[in-house]
């Protein structure tokens, strides 16, 4: 299963963009990159996904590097609703689905 | 149905009984996955279906769990005789799939299971 990298935990303040990085150096040219959050309680939810180009919609952003070898989810104006677990997630041909650690976000009111 | 189902919501037994645990999937969606989370955990990947057929079974960690989807909608995790460690909370997906990676897959409220 195709790997991927992000920070344990970053914090951001309210109403400011928050960028969260994800490494995948491995990644196929048939991967698409997919991000799930799980806020407190919750089961995960989609955000959003892309394969080669930048995406962009009610959520998010997703911005994905040229080489594919990394990306980084954008929240345009975080709130404290935001505040979760975010996964930044590989799914190739075999339609696997499988969740790293994740990087937990704070958001500062 | 509107979304993923799971039942039971909550589920309490005790050690050495048998559970089973029931997802409904999105209609029409041909994936289906199942996971477990610890508490402050990420999800763990168990197994995964595409119709009726187990696609990858190779997270199941041993053999008194066992899943089904047999008419490739409904499916099945069975638990035998459950120990304490089986205490998680099991969650279950579904997505339009399959060869579509680009999907986005939807979950369930989960089953909390207590085993005492």
Redesign the interface.
């Known amino acids: 299963d195709a790997k991927t990298t992000q920070p344990n935990s970053m914090e951001s303040n309210e109403e400011e963009p928050v960028h969260l990085p994800c490494n995948h150096s491995t990644i196929s040219g048939?991967?698409?990159i997919?991000w799930?959050r799980?806020l407190p309680s919750q089961?995960?939810?989609?955000v959003i996904?892309g394969?080669t180009s930048n995406v962009n919609n009610r959520m998010a952003s997703l911005a994905i590097a040229e080489d594919r070898k990394s990306s980084t989810l954008i929240l345009h104006r975080a709130t404290l609703r935001d505040a979760a677990?975010y996964?930044c997630i590989l799914?190739?041909?075999?339609?696997?689905?499988?969740?790293?650690?994740?990087t937990r976000l704070h958001i500062l009111p | 149905g509107a979304g993923v189902s799971q039942s039971p919501r909550y589920k309490v037994t005790k050690r050495g009984q048998d559970v089973a645990l029931r997802c409904d999937p999105i209609s029409g969606h041909v994936s289906l996955y199942w996971y477990r989370q610890a508490l402050g955990q990420g999800p763990e990947f168990l197994t995964y279906f595409n119709y009726e057929a187990q696609q990858d079974k190779s997270g199941l960690p041993n053999d008194r769990f066992s899943a089904e989807r047999p008419e490739g909608s409904i499916s099945t995790l069975t638990i035998q005789r459950t120990e304490q460690r089986d205490s998680a909370m099991y969650r279950c997906a579904s997505s339009l799939g399959t060869g579509l990676s680009g999907t986005e897959a939807f979950f369930g409220q989960g089953t909390r299971l207590t085993v005492v």
């Not at chain 1, 075999?94 to 650690?101: P, T």
């Open positions: 048939t991967d698409y997919h799930y799980q089961g995960p939810e989609y996904h394969l677990v996964y799914r190739g041909r075999d339609d696997k689905i499988i969740f790293g650690k994740g």
